[in-house]
């Protein structure tokens, strides 16, 4: 006896088409505080180093687990044979580990917040083994430029820039229109499991934030 095959009835997602996009998209010039540029790419992009130096990007934040690259660009003095090679970058590079839909804890998207606003606060020592000092340009980026990164972005501008950006719907309206995202594909752009992870990061950063108000006792 044969089991019927209902893979027809089964409801799936439908895969948007792949529209082209530039490597990397200008998001939001002169940010208030640090008066720096955002940028948001994909992979392309991100392991273009003419393009980051043409666009004076020195900090570049990777979003995606599942992405790894290769930027260093001063490797260090007799590395073992059997190890991979290891170094500085041309930028000062930070990761933090998304899974573009579910999979990840509430908790990840506040971290990716707090560590693209933390990257543009650090200040490094002048000594030789930090070769990139100059404060620069940042550029966002996972695989495609059109999700994680997005709802990242989106995150930041929205708690960084609220009289600009009032809610994270205005911030990824934004953000879509300058990544040049095409209308047929922004119900995946960014992932909606993102975009719910970003609301619940807005609540627990005020919430956060009021407990330090309270504290100061202000």
């Known amino acids: 006896m044969t089991t019927p095959d209902n893979t027809s009835d089964r409801k799936q ?25 955002v940028y948001i790419g994909g992979s392309t992009g991100v392991a273009d180093p003419l393009l980051l130096e043409k666009h004076n990007i020195k900090v570049v934040l990777n979003c995606a687990v599942n992405l790894d690259i290769n930027m260093v660009h001063y490797t260090e003095d007799n590395i073992p044979a059997h190890l991979h090679q ?19 804890p509430d908790t990840l998207m506040l971290a990716a917040y707090y560590l693209m ?50 809610t994270l719907e205005a911030a990824i309206e934004h953000i879509r229109d300058k ?20 609301e619940r990061a807005v609540k627990m950063e005020k919430l956060l934030r009021e407990v330090d108000f309270d504290a100061d006792g202000e």
């Open 86 to 104: 290891y170094g500085s970058s041309q930028v000062r590079y930070y990761k933090v580990g998304l899974i573009d839909g579910p999979g990840n």
């Open 117 to 166: 606003r933390s990257s543009l606060q650090q200040e490094l020592p002048v000594k030789p083994s930090y070769k990139v000092r100059e404060k620069g340009n940042i550029l966002v980026n996972c695989r495609g430029g059109r999700s994680r990164s997005v709802t990242v972005v989106a995150l930041f501008l929205h708690l960084e820039m609220p009289e600009r950006y009032p």
């Open 13 to 37: 997602k439908p895969q948007a088409p792949r529209y082209p996009r530039p490597p990397i998209s200008l998001i939001e010039s002169n940010i208030p505080g640090w008066g720096i540029d």
């Open 179 to 198: 990544r040049e995202l095409h209308p047929d594909e922004w119900y995946e752009t960014p992932k909606p499991e993102l975009i719910h992870l970003a």
